[in-house]
């Protein structure tokens, strides 16, 4: 790291790793600490340049440092570190539970929005994984609690975890009258966030996902073939949530927004996991990463339906239906290349490459 890399984030909370060596030692008037009250946690202060710099958790961190070290306009330190690390951190032991860790200090509020049923447990996952730092929800949902996610309710210190969960704006945030202009329509105050991270599921499959009432619910292929079913009726609805939804995060939010295609993550977890994790300002090694792949099943993972009397779960809409949802998937693409430099990859999206032609 130079320091135009580290001068870029002035005014930023930053998580970053210990095997970014303290060259940050180079600015002046600069204190860094090692408090071992903190889970070894090291942090670097800067007043005059009013910045934190934390860096983030080992897994196997061994450092013969047991001391507050501060460095001062220290030009004769250049050629040296500051603080010298033993360890290696080579193992890949996942971060149980109760080893994750609300961060030292606050950080920016960062949304993971996304509607229900779009992988965003699976994501929080890789994120904890990543950096052994836990995320919150504007929820409470005691399964999560229970099973990988210890700060799943928490709020007084909510602004410590590095994630909070948003399935909002919800359905019921919206006035049922389609034909007012989106302002109108969005009835409900939305939180205050410092930026979000937007997940994007492809809407066939979000809308299929929302045929499951639990996280880990197994439903045989007929109960999706009922044309009375409550689930095909409600499926305009649902719909226009998933068009409501990322509107207001594209369009409507304030903040810095990153989109995150579900089809790219389920692909390439690793790059888009980096991708999430820059936006974020946590900078993690390529060690890290692999480690939160080799983790990254978690307890919520659903077995993937096997269709015998389709041949895709395309089959499943109404050509009209189909039409709808294609012209959206085309008109949200334009909007992530315009403006974000996202592509909506055909090659990692086979239903939508399907349906083009109809």
Not at 107 to 127: D, E, F, I, K, Y
Not at 249 to 275: I, Q
Not at 285 to 300: M, P, S
Not at 317 to 333: C, L, W
Request: net charge positive.
């Amino acid at each position: 790291m130079n320091n135009g890399t580290f001068l870029k984030f002035v005014g930023n909370v930053t998580l970053v790793r210990p095997f970014l060596r303290a060259n940050i030692a180079q600015l002046p008037d600069t204190t860094i600490k090692i408090n071992s009250t903190l889970g070894k946690h090291v942090i670097a202060e800067s007043k005059k340049h009013h910045f934190t710099w934390i860096f983030a958790r080992s897994r196997n961190l061994e450092s013969g440092i047991s001391k507050y070290v501060s460095v001062h306009n220290v030009r004769t330190m250049q050629k040296s570190e500051a603080i010298k690390f033993t360890g290696n951190d080579v193992n890949c032991s996942e971060w149980l539970p109760k080893q994750l860790e609300l961060v030292p200090i606050k950080v920016p509020r960062t949304a993971l929005s996304s509607p229900w049923r779009s992988g965003n447990t699976w994501l929080r996952h890789l994120v904890q994984q990543a950096t052994g730092y836990g995320t919150s929800s504007i929820y409470c949902d005691k399964e999560l609690l229970a099973k990988g996610y210890p700060f799943e309710c928490e709020k007084k210190q909510q602004d410590r975890t590095i994630l909070i969960k948003t399935h909002k704006p919800e359905m019921r945030s919206f006035e049922g009258n389609i034909s007012l202009p989106f302002a109108k329509r969005l009835v409900e105050r939305m939180s205050e966030y410092h930026r979000a991270v937007l997940l994007i599921r492809n809407p066939y499959e979000f809308l299929v996902a929302n045929k499951y009432f639990e996280h880990l619910d197994e439903l045989p292929e007929e109960a999706f073939l009922n044309e009375k079913s409550y689930w095909r009726k409600g499926q305009p609805k649902i719909f226009q949530w998933w068009l409501d939804f990322n509107h207001y995060w594209l369009h409507e939010f304030k903040g810095p927004v990153l989109p995150v295609l579900y089809s790219r993550l389920r692909h390439d977890a690793g790059g888009e996991l980096k991708r999430i994790l820059d936006f974020m300002h946590v900078n993690v090694t390529e060690l890290d990463i692999k480690c939160a792949q080799a983790n990254g099943e978690g307890n919520f993972h659903r077995k993937p339906s096997k269709w015998t009397k389709i041949n895709s779960i395309v089959d499943l809409f109404p050509a009209d239906f189909q039409r709808r949802i294609n012209a959206s998937v085309s008109e949200f693409s334009k909007h992530l290349k315009s403006y974000h430099n996202v592509d909506w990859v055909s090659e990692y999206d086979i239903l939508y490459t399907k349906t083009q032609d109809k």
